[in-house]
């Protein structure tokens, strides 16, 4: 009997200690971790371990008409919630909670607009992710959809006490942005968990192997890259490995570009726990960003991953993120020439990933968002 209430006390101890964290944000399961903003959900809610956080991810949502809760694990709940049917859940959970953490723009959505007004200015963390309403008016999503983002991203940083980003160049674009910003600001790039080079970087297979991994949203410039590939595919020992959550999509775009059934090109839809394979094989990688705010503000996952693996990037320009800063190895597409390449890893690339992985271990995020 002593006993049976000395184990109550502790685990009732524990529960009333425990910092209660809502995320804004839904809960990253195998399903949607091949996202790039859920990559990094997923890489943060790993830091928030479960037996020491009382963790909700809430999803608030305009259209649904119903609220959802689903128990993911002992302190892990996530709420589908209907604004309209849940608004006051929602303000209880928010003001009850020692930190709000919110992942990007899109994890408050647009009914951010009813119940940030509700909110002091307290610990409200904002993983910003990436500039929104210069994505949207990049993607020619509409003007007043540009205006209401706008709107949305102002309001937020009235209320935020403090402010992640991926890089300095984000940084700089938002102190300049606002230059009122009164928020503490950490630079924290996405350091993806299925990254495994501890047993090395390299596999040889005698075979000049270049990749892509990614889908088909234009920022991508699929066109460009499947040109490059028809000007080279000819060329003896080179290979091509395509990993894309679209398969059916860019097997269909190769096809209509006369790249069908070739014996080195290959094409799959792969977990990110399996890319580690084609990386350690890769010596290229393509990452067609436009020479754009959107992108060079940018720490996209797929750079963080080929560095990680010694890969040279292939790219349009070099004012990526903080990148032509480390000093990254790339070449532009425009020197893409089959005859130079080599089947050779870049240590200059792989050494940056290091630096910026000793510098960034988890602790200094969570430090960061609750101190």
Same mark, same amino acid.
């Given at each position: 009997? *002593? @006993?049976?209430?000395?184990?109550?006390?502790?685990?009732?101890?524990?529960?009333?200690?425990?910092?209660?964290?809502? /995320?804004?944000? +839904?809960? +990253?399961?195998?399903?949607?971790?091949?996202?790039?903003?859920?990559?990094?959900?997923?890489?943060?809610?790993?830091?928030?371990?479960?037996?020491?956080?009382?963790?909700?991810?809430?999803? +608030?949502?305009?259209?649904?008409?119903?609220?959802?809760?689903?128990?993911?694990? *002992?302190?892990?709940?996530?709420?589908?919630?209907?604004?309209?049917?849940?608004?006051?859940?929602?303000? @209880?959970?928010?003001?009850?909670?020692?930190?709000?953490?919110?992942?990007?723009?899109?994890?408050?959505?647009?009914?951010g607009f009813l119940f940030? +007004?509700?909110?002091?200015?307290?610990?409200?963390?904002?993983?910003?992710?990436?500039?929104?309403?210069? *994505?949207?008016?990049?993607?020619?999503?509409g003007d007043l959809k540009?205006?209401?983002?706008?709107?949305?991203? @102002?309001?937020?940083?009235?209320?935020?006490?403090?402010?992640?980003?991926?890089?300095?160049?984000?940084?700089?674009?938002?102190?300049?942005?606002?230059?009122?910003?009164?928020?503490?600001?950490?630079?924290?790039?996405?350091?993806?968990?299925?990254?495994?080079?501890?047993?090395?970087?390299?596999?040889?297979?005698?075979?000049?192997?270049?990749?892509?991994?990614?889908?088909?949203?234009?920022?991508?410039?699929?066109?460009?890259?499947?040109?490059?590939?028809?000007?080279?595919?000819?060329?003896?020992?080179?290979?091509?490995?395509?990993?894309?959550?679209?398969?059916?999509?860019?097997?269909?775009?190769?096809?209509?570009?006369?790249?069908?059934?070739?014996?080195?090109?290959?094409?799959?839809?792969?977990?990110?726990?399996?890319?580690?394979?084609?990386? @350690?094989?890769?010596?290229?990688?393509?990452?067609?960003?436009?020479?754009?705010?959107?992108?060079?503000?940018?720490?996209?996952?797929?750079?963080?991953?080929?560095?990680?693996?010694?890969?040279?990037?292939?790219?349009?320009?070099?004012?990526?993120?903080?990148?032509?800063?480390?000093?990254?190895?790339?070449?532009?597409?425009?020197?893409?020439?089959?005859?130079?390449?080599?089947?050779?890893?870049?240590?200059?690339?792989?050494?940056?990933?290091?630096?910026?992985?000793?510098?960034?271990?988890?602790f200094k995020l969570i430090? /960061?968002?609750?101190?």
């Open positions: 009997m *002593e @006993r049976l209430v000395l184990e109550l006390s502790i685990y009732l101890s524990r529960v009333v200690n425990m910092k209660k964290v809502v /995320f804004m944000a +839904p809960f +990253p399961t195998p399903e949607n971790i091949k996202e790039g903003m859920m990559q990094r959900v997923y890489a943060i809610d790993k830091m928030f371990g479960n037996d020491e956080y009382d963790k909700t991810y809430i999803i +608030p949502r305009i259209k649904a008409l119903k609220t959802k809760c689903k128990q993911v694990d *002992e302190n892990t709940v996530e709420i589908k919630l209907s604004i309209w049917i849940s608004f006051l859940l929602l303000l @209880r959970k928010l003001k009850s909670a020692d930190v709000i953490y919110c992942h990007s723009l899109y994890g408050l959505s647009l009914a940030l +007004p509700f909110l002091k200015k307290k610990e409200i963390v904002w993983d910003v992710h990436g500039i929104i309403p210069e *994505e949207i008016k990049f993607a020619k999503g540009f205006f209401v983002y706008s709107i949305l991203e @102002r309001l937020l940083i009235s209320k935020v006490t403090k402010v992640i980003v991926v890089t300095n160049a984000m940084k700089r674009h938002l102190l300049k942005k606002y230059n009122n910003l009164e928020s503490e600001i950490l630079v924290y790039p996405i350091l993806p968990n299925t990254i495994n080079v501890e047993d090395g970087f390299e596999i040889n297979d005698g075979k000049l192997n270049i990749l892509y991994a990614g889908n088909m949203q234009g920022y991508q410039n699929i066109s460009l890259m499947i040109k490059s590939i028809k000007k080279m595919v000819n060329t003896k020992n080179i290979y091509f490995y395509i990993l894309t959550g679209q398969r059916k999509e860019m097997i269909d775009n190769f096809v209509q570009n006369g790249l069908g059934n070739k014996d080195n090109i290959f094409i799959d839809s792969v977990n990110p726990s399996d890319l580690n394979e084609y990386y @350690r094989k890769a010596h290229y990688g393509f990452v067609l960003r436009d020479d754009i705010d959107v992108n060079n503000v940018a720490c996209p996952t797929k750079i963080i991953e080929y560095l990680a693996y010694g890969i040279t990037c292939i790219t349009l320009n070099n004012k990526i993120g903080d990148f032509q800063e480390l000093g990254f190895n790339y070449i532009t597409l425009d020197q893409l020439d089959n005859e130079k390449l080599k089947p050779s890893k870049s240590l200059k690339n792989h050494q940056i990933y290091s630096k910026l992985y000793s510098e960034n271990k988890p430090d /960061f968002v609750l101190k």
